[in-house]
């Protein structure tokens, strides 16, 4: 492995504060006119990331794909998160130099059972197939959600008369190279479902010391054969959904 145990003690050559302020300058805009506030929702989702733009009454600000609102009187931040697990963590780190705590992340993910297509899935913990979190934990190391957060995304679903389902993600780098193997013995584990950020989210909380939990919209299926739905009506709604879902969890933390 890339890193030695003593290296996960030692100092950042820089950090994202240092990147912050190189930004703030670069714009001649403040540190302040970069803050977050502490609730913080995010999004992989364009679909998801314009509903919840639509229901916070957003404004702009300095930074791209950052947005401030708020909802039922509540103020939020909202973050369109890039997709694949690097570039996601170092946009979470930022929004945490800028303030945020407690992340709600709406994203998508295919099932490798037969869970149906546009349900909802709470990840309880992550496969670490990813790059990001060995930067972060040990190899071994499990990464899971807030559980705080996380059962105040059910609670949020339940109310919206959704019945969430609970389980283990696997988080790959590499979509294209979900083998036939792969997902047959994850399955065989019980694993219910696959994307790509979630195990990096989890494991830059962990070590920054702040919430993260994840809602899942199903938007394929990996069987016998793939079978995607990703752009249907049917994910589409599931997506608005799952905005006010996250927003209304916002309103209770």
């Not at 994850?186 to 070590?207: C, K, N, P, Y």
Request: hydrophobic share 40%.
């Amino acid at each position: 492995m890339f890193m030695r145990e003593e290296d996960y003690t030692s100092r950042e050559l820089f950090t994202p504060e240092d990147l912050l302020r190189h930004y703030a300058e670069s714009k001649g805009c403040s540190l302040y006119e970069l803050s977050l506030h502490e609730v913080v929702i995010g999004s992989f989702s364009s679909v998801a990331a314009e509903e919840l733009r639509r229901l916070c009454g957003v404004r702009p600000t300095p930074r791209p794909r950052v947005h401030e609102g708020s909802y039922r009187g509540r103020a939020v931040s909202l973050i369109e998160f890039p997709v694949g697990a690097p570039i996601a963590a170092a946009t979470l780190e930022e929004a945490i130099a800028c303030g945020g705590r407690r992340f709600l992340v709406v994203g998508m993910a295919g099932t490798l059972g037969d869970l149906p297509i546009g349900s909802f899935m709470i990840p309880t913990d992550a496969v670490r197939e990813e790059g990001t979190s060995y930067h972060y934990l040990p190899p071994g190391a499990p990464v899971r959600p807030s559980g705080r957060l996380a059962r105040v995304l059910e609670e949020a679903c339940l109310a919206q008369g959704i019945e969430p389902i609970k389980g283990t993600n696997w988080t790959t780098d590499a979509p294209y190279r979900e083998l036939v193997s792969k997902v047959e013995r994850h399955r065989r584990a019980g694993v219910l479902t696959v994307e790509m950020e979630a195990a990096a989210l989890f494991a830059v909380a962990e070590v920054r010391r702040v919430e993260v939990a994840v809602l899942l919209v199903i938007s394929d299926r990996l069987g016998k054969r793939w079978e995607p739905a990703l752009f249907s009506e049917e994910v589409k709604r599931s997506l608005r959904k799952a905005a006010r879902v996250v927003l209304e969890a916002a309103h209770e933390l």
